[in-house]
């Protein structure tokens, strides 16, 4: 039998180049022409998952794109962790801005990766975090230190929702029983600091369609005298914040957490260097609701972020034309207590009522989540927290997370188990963005680390019986 370290070690070549072939499968799910390619990628995943130990792998079909399942059961009295992950990925766009095509995957040297980063679509969020615990489990079961039952779902929808993981859920709840949910699609602080997400902000996205005249008009002709949807479209949303930041949608802040001096003084002690956080990002001054710091802004407050807008002419030169329509999708990241269907309902009441009459707005809901809390005093936690102290050295520090995983809150509603946050990525992945990669050493530090929570939790565990 060998220890992690040693297996990673011996490993870590294949290790790289399997997870580069599950990068090169363009697994869009967004994007209906790339269908053939999730499932080649569930099939991929599936097939990973026989080869690392599971006794059972099969994909399971949904109104969407398929969940694949998987399980390795050493004894039914014994604890059980469901992993879960998501196979599908961002798209690409825009392709310009990628130095190597988003699906071609390179290694390369960073200042923060000097042992080499794998560049692609997909590398960090969530396909390399997601197969850590693949080859997790492979080492556990080749080296007989597998200390419990373990099951994987793997999905092919988060990057649009999850809109059909409940439906699967809801069918499947004896299937998927366990004892802890155990996630690696979040982040740490950094290399040298672990972190636990123990925090995560809800998500509500909207588009919006702001028409005008019956078609395009020269704006010539009527300009001036028809109102333009995009003029219109950028002045309601300009007005959803205000001079100080603030989100103007009545009723937005009514059920907003609230943290105490205290809470915030606590969360203050994550090492965080605003300097290199604006050098990072190029920018000349950071932006954000007054009265609350960079991190707080990005983790424990709400915020409205337009994430793209367009409408009339947008080709090569010049073309005199007042649209008839103009768009914009509009997300809102969520905070504990904030329902995330209220506030689409405040959302999208507030836009019409705001829409001057010389236009007519249609507001849609595309998908959303709750926001979620995991309490620290608990045995999952203390588990985690013992994983990291052992493979790092010291311990975690917890962190709220700006980011959103709707599907955590669902977990617990559903199948009424907590779950546990150990993701390995950086802020400085660039993931949704173009470039996005995984570091080398996070890739196999994060499968030298998740075999140890297996060990504690299982010791935890059995010592409550």
């Not at 907003?256 to 000349?284: C, G, H, W």
């Not at 790092?392 to 709220?400: E, L, R, S, T, V």
């Amino acid at each position: 039998m060998k220890d992690t370290k040693t297996y990673v070690e011996e490993n870590k070549q294949r290790f790289i180049d399997e997870l580069i072939e599950l990068l090169k499968i363009p697994s869009i799910s967004a994007n209906s022409n790339y269908k053939d390619d999730m499932l080649k990628t569930a099939e991929a995943v599936k097939k990973s998952l026989l080869e690392a130990g599971c006794d059972v792998a099969e994909i399971n079909e949904t109104p969407g794109h398929p969940v694949v399942y998987g399980e390795k059961i050493i004894d039914p009295d014994l604890p059980t962790v469901l992993v879960y992950g998501h196979y599908d990925v961002q798209p690409p766009d825009p392709l310009d801005l990628w130095d190597n095509p988003p699906f071609e995957p390179v290694i390369k040297e960073t200042r923060i990766h000097p042992e080499g980063a794998i560049f692609a679509r997909g590398a960090c969020d969530d396909k390399g975090q997601m197969y850590m615990h693949v080859k997790a489990l492979e080492y556990m079961t080749k080296n007989d230190k597998l200390p419990c039952n373990i099951k994987f779902m793997i999905e092919g929808e988060e990057e649009v929702g999850s809109a059909h993981l409940g439906w699967f859920i809801e069918r499947n709840k004896e299937k998927l029983k366990n004892d802890v949910i155990l996630i690696s699609d979040t982040g740490m602080i950094a290399k040298d600091t672990p972190s636990i997400t123990t925090g995560l902000r809800g998500l509500s996205y909207m588009e919006v369609e702001v028409t005008g005249p019956n078609r395009d008009l020269h704006s010539g002709l009527y300009g001036g005298a028809v109102a333009n949807p995009i003029n219109i479209l950028c002045k309601m949303i300009a007005s959803l914040q205000d001079e100080n930041n603030h989100i103007t949608i009545p009723g937005f802040y009514d059920r907003v957490k609230e943290y105490s001096q205290e809470e915030r003084a606590k969360m203050a002690e994550a090492p965080f260097d605003l300097k290199e956080y604006r050098e990072k990002l190029n920018i000349d001054e950071v932006h954000g609701e007054e009265g609350y710091s960079t991190l707080e802004r990005a983790s424990i407050r709400p915020t409205l972020d337009v994430n793209g807008i367009w409408g009339g002419y947008t080709g090569e030169g010049a073309k005199t034309v007042l649209p008839s329509k103009a768009y914009a999708k509009i997300s809102m990241r969520l905070v504990s207590d904030q329902d995330w269907k209220e506030i689409s309902a405040l959302f999208k009441d507030h836009f019409e009522k705001i829409a001057p009459k010389s236009v007519k707005v249609n507001v849609n809901t595309h998908h959303g989540g709750q926001a979620y809390v995991t309490p620290i005093d608990t045995l999952e936690y203390q588990a985690a927290n013992d994983a990291y102290a052992e493979a790092f050295g010291k311990d975690p520090i917890p962190q709220h997370s700006g980011g959103s995983i709707p599907i955590v809150a669902l977990f617990e509603e559903e199948l009424k188990s907590k779950t546990i946050l150990m993701g390995f990525g950086l802020d400085t992945d660039a993931i949704h963005s173009p470039n996005e990669h995984f570091g080398i050493w996070n890739y196999l530090k994060g499968i030298e680390t998740i075999p140890l929570f297996y060990k504690h939790f299982t010791k935890l565990k059995q010592a409550e019986k």
